[in-house]
Nanobody, 115 residues
Framework: QVQLVESGGGLVQAGGSLRLSCVAS????????MAWYRQAPGKQRELVAG???????DYADPLKGRFTISRDGAKNTVYLQMNSLKPEDTAVYYCMVIVGVNPFWGQGTQVTVSS
């Protein structure tokens, strides 16, 4: 089993910043991809950003330049730095990791951006 604990969500004003963290623990013998997804009310879950074991990153096109994903392999942690936040960024943000070929999801952390 793999456990994921997210933190760093909260309420922020438009234009502000937040940094999300996700720590993976448990049966982690080979973490491949780590990623952040988000789901806004009434919408489907969507990819925010991902990072491979070798550090290659990919982003949802609309978020490029405002969001930055990074990982600390030694700590089994993935981060999401979110800058210039907008009200439309309001969502529950989920961490996802692929261990071997199996995906695991965190419980999510709420991010609310007020206008």
């Amino acid at each position: 089993q793999v456990q994921l604990v997210e933190s760093g969500g909260g309420l922020v004003q438009a234009g502000g910043s937040l940094r999300l963290s996700c720590v993976a623990s448990g049966s982690i013998f080979s973490i491949n991809r780590m990623a952040w997804y988000r789901q806004a009310p009434g919408k489907q879950r969507e990819l925010v950003a991902g990072i491979s074991r070798l550090g290659y990153t990919d982003y949802a096109d609309p978020l490029k330049g405002r969001f930055t994903i990074s990982r600390d392999g030694a700590k089994n942690t993935v981060y999401l730095q979110m800058n210039s936040l907008k009200p439309e960024d309001t969502a529950v943000y989920y961490c996802m990791v692929i261990v071997g070929v199996n995906p695991f999801w965190g419980q999510g952390t709420q991010v609310t951006v007020s206008s």
